[in-house]
């Protein structure tokens, strides 16, 4: 099982809300990241965890809160979102650090 | 910054021709990968080449490095229509950092 599994893969939500996106691998992968992605734009890397402690927090506001509750899981929770917060949100695990990355499909989330 | 600097921006060929697309970056580095991206779609691992390695082919694809100049490249050879995406580099001494990526886009 090569794949990365993300949920949902679309979402609406007010800005006052709260929602989470998750991310699911079986491959043993101890390094998970989120990235957010804008149209026509490169993945900006949000946040890193390894073996499960959060490794990089690229100064994402406080309104993304990640979790990595095992292994296996990433959480991305929202909370009071703006709309220029609308973009693509992109898991992806690797090995370790800097190894062959494996994308999920993403989540297209839009925020009203 | 210390993300991967990739150029041509924006690459347009005929279906059968070879594209070539180059990686630069600022540091000393153990790995260099390289990633496609279809529109709104996740990313797809291409191929790794490490810093002892000069040259590795995968099918289609010839990716070369060459750490005197702090460069690689990605040569795809005899495209497809289906090669139309946007192609990443990434180093292992910027955590899986993308810079601005080229979008080739291969006419039938």
């Known amino acids: 099982d090569t794949e990365v599994t993300q949920t949902p893969k679309h979402l609406v939500m007010g800005m006052t809300n709260k929602k989470s996106l998750k991310c699911e691998q079986h491959?043993?992968?101890?390094?998970m990241y989120w990235y957010k992605q804008k149209a026509k734009k490169p993945p900006e890397l949000m946040f890193v965890?390894?073996?499960?402690?959060?490794?990089i927090n690229e100064s994402v506001p406080s309104r993304f809160s990640p979790e990595c509750p095992n292994s296996s899981l990433l959480n991305l929770h929202l909370h009071a979102l703006q709309p220029e917060d609308s973009a693509l949100y992109l898991c992806?695990?690797?090995?370790?650090?800097?190894?062959?990355?494996?994308f999920g499909q993403g989540t297209r989330l839009t925020v009203v | 910054s210390q993300q991967g600097e990739e150029d041509p921006q924006a690459l347009s060929i005929q279906e059968g021709e070879n594209a070539t697309m180059n990686c630069s970056y600022k540091?000393?580095?153990?790995?260099l990968q390289w990633y496609r991206q279809n529109s709104g779609r996740g990313l797809v691992h291409l191929i790794l080449i490490r810093s002892n390695e000069r040259e590795k082919h995968s099918g289609r694809l010839r990716v070369t490095l060459d750490t005197s100049k702090k460069s690689s490249s990605l040569l795809i050879t005899a495209s497809r229509a289906a090669d139309t995406a946007s192609y990443f580099c990434?180093?292992?001494?910027?955590?899986?950092?993308f810079g601005a990526g080229t979008r080739l886009t291969v006419k039938p």
């Open positions: 992806a695990s690797s090995h370790s650090m800097n190894t062959e990355a494996f």
């Open positions: 965890y390894s073996y499960e402690k959060l490794s």
């Open positions: 491959m043993g992968h101890r390094a």
């Open positions: 990434a180093t292992d001494y910027n955590d899986m950092r």
């Open positions: 540091t000393s580095i153990n790995n």
